[in-house]
């Protein structure tokens, strides 16, 4: 079965930094679809950082400039480097995974993520 594992949450001031990982084991496919979620309490899951299989990242508007998803395909790891940190970045973090899927034209995307982490909590205190 597939399996992602965080790590690397904690509790910070703001202005600090952490760098999350997630490492990726039990597929035999390669997952380029990878990404960054996070929840705090009373609100929706929101994306962070994604990147899709033809390697283009994006990044929510609120973490632009201060946080950098990167991974690693020797080591099945996908990472997040979290920098500056706020308050309102407090929350839940969760990786995501999956293949991407075939279109009809031939060209391949990224869809709604199957796998996920069990999540590592990021608090920023002010």
């Known amino acids: 079965a597939v399996q992602l594992a965080e790590s690397g949450g904690g509790s910070v001031q703001a202005g600090g930094s952490l760098r999350l990982s997630c490492k990726v084991s039990?597929?035999?496919?390669?997952?380029?679809?990878m990404g960054w979620f996070r929840q705090a309490p009373g609100k929706e899951r929101e994306e962070v950082a994604h990147?899709?299989?033809?390697?283009?990242?994006r990044y929510a508007n609120s973490v632009k400039g201060r946080f950098i998803i990167s991974s690693d395909s020797a080591k099945n790891s996908l990472y997040l480097q979290m920098n500056s940190l706020k308050p309102e970045d407090t929350g839940m973090y969760y990786c995501?995974?999956?293949?991407?899927?075939?279109?009809?034209?031939?060209?391949?995307?990224?869809?709604?993520?199957?796998?996920w982490g069990q999540g590592t909590q990021v608090t920023v205190s002010s």
């Open positions: 995501a995974a999956d293949t991407p899927d075939l279109n009809d034209d031939g060209s391949w995307s990224c869809g709604d993520l199957e796998y």
């Open positions: 039990g597929y035999t496919y390669i997952m380029s679809c």
């Open positions: 990147i899709d299989s033809d390697g283009r990242i």
